[in-house]
């Protein structure tokens, strides 16, 4: 959304010269001591406990800071080697934090010139905010009634590598992960309790508005199996891989639309041409009825493949790569969209179960074909060049089907079914030279470029979903496929002294994408064409030994044309994003006892579709006039972090750090809440952690953390803000 810019340059100045100041007295307390390395311990088990006593939102302060608010303790890291002969080393690694739920088991055993086994299985928890929106007008919240949601990632694997001296290694390796949980979703519900009144004619402006929490709940496997061989013949190295891919996922979104409202009978039941003067005089919760909706989405693959490569020196200066690969995808799918309504009745409100999807069902079957070629030429000292060309064939089809559950009727309370019948056919084939140099020549100098072009042309045949009972066939479609993407870069590093160093880099990509209709079963017309360009820029600066500086800039612009239906609307403008990116860095090392950094990176970045340019809507005979920027705007994402980092050594048992980081967002306007739904982002996150690290003994080492973290969300009106102390301490132990 359009916001005023914020004054970030004074926030640099004032931030920079207040940790300038400071770093000024840690230095000159720290002068006197030593540095005296910590002892990195072969074999060790690291305890910890965390805790934190936040005030505000917890589930946002578990998604931000990635631990639970109610805190956690357990073995955050074990370590073990054991050197079991002379030529066996076993290790096992460990972990098991309680509260953040995060687990890892890993034992490994290697043999020198023989190979090695690898087996262990690890667990974590993302955590996630069940929250929807939040309109400005009448302050209206909408949490889910648990805001506590998270996603446990799961992995088992089991690899095994025999690796004798002068004989072919072998490979297999097994891995098996899983996903399941809720995550908040941002495809939101309707509501209209937005404080907006009824859209009487001729005002244009509804009162509905998108901000109702949804979530998906999330159960998923993949499982992986591959077997490899790999030998060297003279000056090739050849290798064949067997890869077998399962997934079996099962996933549900719930959105609800306009939660607890039901019409009354008494206005529902009222002519179509009365229910606005009705609506007008009840409450908002009396305007819509409810909907439930389960988007439920499953689908099943199996994927068995054969990849065979060869890596050969034909000279000194010159390598040929080549690689091969089949791959045969079957898919399976599954689902329905069911839709609980609440519908007044004279008797009363009743649910309505309708399913746009029910039963669905189908699959494909793919085919998949790729090759390449690659050599690797040293032309001189110099020089570099690698030139490549990758190629692809791929053969598609599918079908589906499913049934149509729709309500008719006034009330519409009756259920219709309808069966549908769909398919599908795609053919296309696509190639991709690559070209990459480098040249050294020039003294200080480096120069590189790396380009490339992927070429798609294909043909898709298929058929609209359709009423088999009824017709025949649905109606036939035929389009020529194509797609190109180009991408190029283009840089240099010039080492110019030992105090600058300057690094420019050029970048286009290019991306086009496009159906077009043909034969006497004309299909689809589209054009969706893209191209982003820009350049980064960096300067390393070391002033003295002790002090240097680092400045990077980055600029893209990007550009985006679309046409509709048909060859007759040709592409226009769609889209144009800017974004520009100003980042500092100062490393400061007075003496070897400390060490102060300093950073800040400024994010000026705008996606403009229509606005300015979509001006004021004509009236017509029912609907007054409106300004049709104030509900198209542009989307800014304009954001500011700073960052100060410090340690230093108190004595030689012990060590202090400091670290203080700031993120500012100031892309909100409530204003516009009138007229859409004011979606930017307005954020200010702070926080410090002092941190000290003590040697107890030889075999001890103590660390304790304690930081303060003060998040605040405007554009969610205060209700996802959190603050508060965190508090962590570990100890670890030489094994």
Known sequence: MNAPRSPHTRKIRLGTGTIMAFAGLLTHGAESAQSDAFPNFESYVKITGQAAAVSGSDSTFQNRTRQPAGGGAGIEDLHIVKYVSKTTTATVDGRAMLGAEDYLGRVNLTKTDVGSIDFGYKRFRTFYDGVGGFFPLNRQWMPLANQDLHIDRSKFWIEAKVALKDRPEFEVRYTNELRSGKKDSTIWGDSDLTGLPFNLAPNPVSPTRKFTPSYINIGERHQNIEASVKHIIDQTTVRLSLHGDTTDNNDTRYVTRFPGEVIPWSIAGLATAAQPAAKAAVAPINWNNQQAIAENDAYKTKTSGLTVSSDTVLSPKLNLRLNGAYELIHTEISGGRPLTTITPTSTGAVSVITDNYQGLYGGTRLKNYTGSLALDYKATKTLFMKLALRGQSEFIRGSSGYTVIAATGTPAVALASTPRLGWSKIHQNAQTPLVELRYTGIKDLAIYFSGSKRELSGDENNTSSYNYISAASGTLASNHVAEDHGNYTLGANWRQSTFLTLRGEFFEKNHKNSSTGYATRIGDYYLLDSNYAGYKFTALVRLTSEFGFTTRYINQDGKM?????????????????????????????????????????????????????????????????????????NSNNDYITLGALSGFVINKSTDMGIQANHYSAKNGNAVLASMTMPYGVSVEVSSVTIELKHKISKTWLANGKLGYFDSKNDVMGGFMDFRGPIAYVSLEHAL
């Open 561 to 633: 044309k679309v046409t509709g239906y048909l060859p007759n609307f040709p592409a226009y403008d769609s889209l144009n994003s800017k974004n520009h990116m100003i980042s500092e860095s100062f490393d400061w090392n007075p003496n070897k006892a400390c060490f102060f950094q300093l950073n800040a990176n400024l994010v000026y970045h705008t996606i403009n579709t229509i606005y300015p340019r979509a001006g004021v809507t004509a009236a017509t005979s029912t609907l007054s006039a409106f300004d049709t920027n104030r509900v198209i705007q």
